[in-house]
Nanobody, 114 residues
C-alpha cells in the first residue's frame, strides 16, 4: 500500500488548508486511516483518525477545528484544517495498516505564520 499526502503549504493564522491522503488501492479494505504530525524537535503525534465505518476521533488540540473524512470511491482521506494556529506548523503524515503491517506516506509540510 502506498500513501501520498498532499495539500500542505504556507498560510496565515486563522486560515484553512485541506490535506489529501491518496492510497494506491481501495481504502475500504484498510484499517483505520490516521493523520499524524511532527513539529521540529517534537515527537510525532496523532491528530485525527477515521475508521472503515466513518467513526472519527481527534486530538484535543484540533477538535472543533479539523475534520477528517474519507471518499472510498476516490481512495482518499482528507483533513480539513480551519482556524489554523502557528502551533499547527508541522509535517503531516498519513498512516494506515493492513494485515498487521503499518504503512506511512511521505509527509506534507504545513506552515502557519502569525
Amino acid at each position: 500500500v502506498q500513501l501520498q499526502a498532499s495539500g500542505g503549504g504556507l498560510v496565515q493564522a486563522g486560515g484553512s488548508l485541506r490535506l489529501s491522503c491518496a492510497a494506491s488501492r481501495s481504502i475500504f479494505g484498510l484499517g483505520d486511516i490516521r493523520w499524524y504530525r511532527q513539529a521540529p524537535g517534537k515527537q510525532r503525534e496523532l491528530v485525527a483518525s477515521i475508521t472503515r465505518g466513518g467513526t472519527t476521533t481527534y486530538d484535543g488540540s484540533v477538535k472543533g477545528r479539523f475534520t477528517i473524512s474519507r471518499d472510498n470511491a476516490e481512495n482518499t482521506v482528507y483533513l480539513q484544517m480551519n482556524s489554523l494556529k502557528p502551533e499547527d506548523t508541522a509535517i503531516y503524515y498519513c498512516n494506515t495498516y493492513m494485515n498487521y503491517v503499518t504503512y506511512w506516506g511521505k509527509g506534507t509540510q504545513v506552515t502557519v505564520s502569525s
